[in-house]
């Protein structure tokens, strides 16, 4: 099994900056990339930023220049540093990583529980 645990997250004013952090563990032989999505109340979970293992990175058009992916691969970690915070990023945060478990397995989706992120104007 693996398991996402998230960090970071709570009230933040808008302008302000948040870095929310996210290490997966278990049964991981290699993770081929690791993603931000957020949900909003009454909005479809969307995909915020994500960070292959070739070192690749991408954005939702709406964070672009605000937020930062990166990651710690030894530690199986990622992060997401997100600068100048709008109320309309408001949501809450999953982390989702790509994982194989084995090395003949295919890769699978696993993700966290989730972490709150409100930004009051």
């Known amino acids: 099994q693996v398991q996402l645990v998230e960090s970071g997250g709570g009230l933040v004013q808008a302008g302000g900056s948040q870095r929310l952090s996210c290490a997966a563990s278990?049964?991981?032989?290699?993770?081929?990339?690791m993603a931000w999505y957020r949900q909003a109340p009454g909005k479809q979970r969307e995909l915020v930023a994500a960070?292959?293992?070739?070192?690749?990175?991408d954005y939702v058009d709406s964070v672009k220049g605000r937020f930062t992916i990166s990651r710690h691969e030894a530690k199986n970690m990622v992060y997401l540093q997100m600068n100048n915070l709008k109320p309309e990023d408001t949501a809450v945060y999953y982390c989702?990583?790509?994982?194989?478990?084995?090395?003949?397995?295919?890769?699978?989706?696993?993700w966290g529980q989730g972490t709150q992120v409100t930004v009051s104007s």
């Open positions: 989702n990583a790509v994982v194989t478990t084995t090395p003949t397995s295919l890769p699978r989706d696993y």
């Open positions: 278990g049964s991981i032989f290699s993770i081929a990339a």
């Open positions: 960070a292959t293992s070739l070192g690749s990175t």
